[in-house]
């Protein structure tokens, strides 16, 4: 399985700052010591370049960004401070989404060591997002040739309102959300199929209402890709997330995504999207477990929780 990852990744911040920037490199370490990729597989993504970029954001954004005329206020609602590192790191990731879709449509699956960036809008980021990397690798996949319709599975534990907002007129584009219904964003977009749960669910809830959501969204999708955001954020421990699921519950849910993609014959790519955990490490567990079974790496017993 082919994997992408940079250390562009990994943005410098100042101290104190709460986004777990270090979960990248010591994923990386991870899936490469524990042999679930293999350093052959594991590829730097070029950046996207301004042309990937627009056919989701304005021009005058992308301009923005990369000249670093970024207001205060628009610094908050990102949650980086601008620099060259910040625009790098962005295009890396995006990039890294690009390149896992075409890996996947032609192996099966592929991963982004980062990426899920899904509160990007067309002309604006928030949430620690810049440039939306699932709505970029879309366009580019369909600009290529490469895949018409693209299913959208979201289980990162906060709805990804941009990417809903791009493609809400978009009938070439189907999109899912499972998420916390309390969190940020507070003002939450229009999906296809969005199930919206309370605070504390935990895994057997989840894994239902989950399984009968992606039954409706391979159905309505009639996809040729998949691309997979999922997010260890679920999870009880961490620190914004909401939904109280253990790292069983969020393999179970892996091992249900690839599971309904698998039997529907469509490729998937996968991104990192969220997560916080207290312990970074927790964090770093969730998404190595992803990014196994993915791989078809299945050393964990299914709970059974189901």
Request: include cysteine; proline fraction near 6%.
């Amino acid at each position: 399985m082919q994997a992408f990852y940079a250390d562009h990744f990994v943005l410098p911040l100042p101290p104190g700052h709460r986004f777990p920037m270090a979960k990248y490199a010591l994923l990386r370490e991870r899936v490469v010591a524990a042999g679930v990729v293999a350093p052959a597989d594991l590829h730097v993504p070029a950046p996207a370049t301004d042309a990937t970029l627009t056919r989701v954001h304005t021009a005058e954004y992308v301009r923005r960004i990369q000249d670093g005329r970024v207001a205060a206020a628009e610094a908050r609602r990102i949650g980086f401070p601008w620099s060259p590192e910040m625009v790098e790191r962005s295009r890396r990731s995006a990039g890294g989404t690009v390149a896992a879709c075409r890996a996947a449509l032609e192996d099966g699956v592929a991963v982004n060591l980062a990426g899920g960036t899904h509160h990007a809008f067309p002309d604006r980021g928030e949430g620690f997002c810049v440039f939306n990397d699932t709505a970029v690798a879309t366009r580019a996949m369909q600009a290529e040739g490469r895949a018409r319709r693209i299913l959208i599975i979201d289980c990162d534990v906060h709805q990804g309102n941009g990417t809903a907002a791009i493609f809400a007129d978009d009938d070439t584009v189907f999109t899912f959300d499972i998420y916390a219904a309390k969190n940020f964003p507070f003002e939450k977009q229009p999906a296809d199929v969005a199930i919206p749960l309370a605070d504390r669910t935990g895994d057997t809830c989840y894994l239902d209402y989950l399984e009968m959501g992606l039954e409706r969204a391979v159905t309505g999708a009639r996809a040729d890709l998949a691309i997979y955001v999922s997010g260890a954020d679920p999870y009880a421990g961490d620190r914004l997330g909401r939904l109280a699921l253990s790292k069983e519950g969020l393999a179970d849910r892996d091992r249900l995504v690839f599971a309904t993609c698998r039997r529907a014959g469509l490729p998937v790519a996968v991104t990192m999207a969220g997560g916080y955990g207290r312990d970074v490490s927790d964090t770093v567990d969730i998404h190595c477990r992803t990014v196994q079974l993915a791989a078809g790496l299945d050393p964990f017993p299914p709970t059974g929780v189901r």
